[in-house]
Every structure is written in structure tokens, then in C-alpha cells.
């Protein structure tokens, strides 16, 4: 019975796989075809002749190489950004001590129970009133500025979860309170760290709203915005359309690969205490 039912599970799970790795397989094999002025069957697929011809009439098309490098620029930065103010803050939300600490905490976790959509309004005013419209600071600064107070309350729980016993060396070295951060607190808490980098890059990559509202300039405009536009000119060259789908998928593929490798690490103090 027992061997009837792991039977049963792995099947299950093997379907699950084909269920969510096969449109992306459609996908990528529809990028590799051209003439697709519908949606190929799957027999159609298996035989086409395949070629890389709708990558690089993709990349070329629309500005879509340019969009491309804007999304990157805007997204690294945003990313960069956003950790080091969110790691900072959580540093002290966890470890200093000062006056009205946790109603300031609570405070400021309150602002995430509003609705997105609800603060754009009042976004644009005041981007708007320090002359930051069309421009990348005041973009740049209003993802950083969505992104850092989730950022801010996942990191301060990891940062409390690390002993303060480990400052003790850096205590006795005549090490300061930045020493601290950047030689234990950082280094401990890549796991969470390399989590929230995955986050932060594929959060603005993916916007469109914000975007589109704060950037007027056509050539300024990020990738999601040509996506849209690729969907509107070419609605029906799906080759071509999937093609630059797969491109705007690389960067996350990419980021995601790199940070990973720091997702394993189950205890924050491993190798932190001897004895």
C-alpha cells in the first residue's frame, strides 16, 4: 500500500512539472519558428525548421534594445539601493536603542497596508514638486521607497535571530557599530539578503504602472512598456512577440541564479560559534 501510494505521489508530481514547465517549452519552441502568424500545434512545432531569426529582429524592433538597457540600469540600481537602505535600517530597528522604537517600527510597517494603486496620485505630486518627473532619481526613488519597509521588517527579524555574543570580539578590537554590520550581520544574513535581491530586481523589472506614469520620454521608457507595445504591433507574430518575452525572462534567470546558491543555509550562526 505504501509503495501504491509513492507511486501515486510521484506520478502526480511528474504531471505537475509538465503542467508548469510546458507552456514555457510551447513558448520557447514558438520563438524558434517563424511564419507563425497563429499558434502552432505542437506537431507543427516539433518539426519546424528552427532559427534564432525573431531574437534579433526582437532586439531590434521598436527600441527594444534600448528599453532593454533602460530596465536593467533602473532595476540594478533600485536593487543595490534597496538593500543597503533596507539592511541598514533593519540594523538599527534590531540592535540600537532609542526612543519610541517599536511605535516607530509599527509605524512604519503600517504604510504596507495601503494599496498601491491608492499612493500613485500622491507619488506623482511629489515627485512632481522636487522636478524628478521623466526622470530615472525620481523613478528609481519611488521603487526603493515601495520596496524597503518589507525589505526592512524581513531582515530585522533575521538580524535578531544572530547572538549578540559574536560582537563581543569586535567589541574587544576597538571595532565600531559599522564594523559590526558589515563583518557579522552581513555576511550571516546573505540567505535573506540574496532573497530580498531576487525580489527587489524582479519587482521593478516587471513594473509597468509606475513607469508609465513617471517616465514621459519615449526613449526613457523601460521594458515593460515595450512588451506592451510588442503586443499591440505584433499581436499576431507570436514568434516574435515569445521572443521577446524570452528576452525580458533572461535578466531574472540570470539574477535568480546567482543568488540561489545563498538560499541553503538553515542556521545563521553556523561556523559563527566555537566551542
Known amino acids: 500500500m505504501a509503495k501504491w501510494s509513492t507511486w501515486v505521489v510521484h506520478t502526480l508530481l511528474v504531471l505537475g512539472i509538465f503542467v508548469v514547465i510546458g507552456p514555457f517549452v ?3 519552441l514558438t520563438s524558434l519558428t517563424t511564419d507563425n502568424f497563429s499558434l502552432p500545434s505542437p506537431t507543427k512545432l516539433m518539426h519546424a525548421e528552427k532559427t534564432l531569426v525573431n531574437y534579433s529582429d526582437a532586439w531590434s524592433k521598436n527600441n527594444f534594445s534600448r528599453y532593454f538597457l533602460n530596465s536593467m540600469f533602473v532595476s540594478s540600481v533600485t536593487m543595490v539601493l534597496s538593500l ?4 541598514s535600517t533593519a540594523y538599527a530597528f534590531a540592535r540600537f536603542q532609542f526612543p519610541a522604537k517599536e511605535f516607530l517600527f509599527k509605524l512604519f510597517l503600517f504604510t504596507m497596508f495601503v494599496p498601491a494603486i491608492l499612493n500613485i496620485i500622491p507619488q506623482f505630486t511629489v515627485i512632481q514638486a522636487v522636478n524628478l518627473v521623466d526622470t530615472y532619481p525620481g523613478l528609481i526613488l519611488l521603487y526603493i521607497g ?5 525589505s526592512t521588517f524581513f531582515l530585522r527579524g533575521f538580524f535578531e535571530r544572530i547572538p549578540v555574543e559574536l560582537e563581543e570580539s569586535i567589541v574587544m578590537d576597538g571595532g565600531s557599530r559599522w564594523t559590526m554590520f558589515y563583518t557579522i550581520y552581513i555576511p550571516l544574513s546573505l540567505p ?3 532573497t530580498l535581491g531576487i525580489f527587489a530586481f524582479s519587482g521593478t523589472w516587471d513594473e509597468f504602472i509606475v513607469a508609465l506614469t ?3 520620454t519615449e526613449v526613457n521608457r523601460t521594458l515593460p512598456i515595450a512588451l506592451q507595445l510588442f ?3 505584433y499581436a499576431t507574430y507570436y514568434g516574435l ?3 521577446a518575452s524570452i528576452i525580458a525572462l533572461l535578466p531574472i534567470l540570470i539574477i535568480f541564479t546567482v543568488f540561489q546558491k545563498h538560499f541553503v543555509n538553515p542556521n545563521v550562526t553556523e561556523g559563527g560559534v566555537k566551542g
Open 214 to 216: 513617471i517616465i514621459k
Open 192 to 194: 535573506a539578503i540574496g
Open 84 to 87: 543597503s537602505l533596507a539592511a
Open 231 to 233: 503586443r499591440g504591433q
Open 241 to 243: 512577440f515569445f521572443a
Open 26 to 28: 510551447y513558448m520557447v
Open 146 to 150: 515601495s520596496g524597503v519597509v518589507g
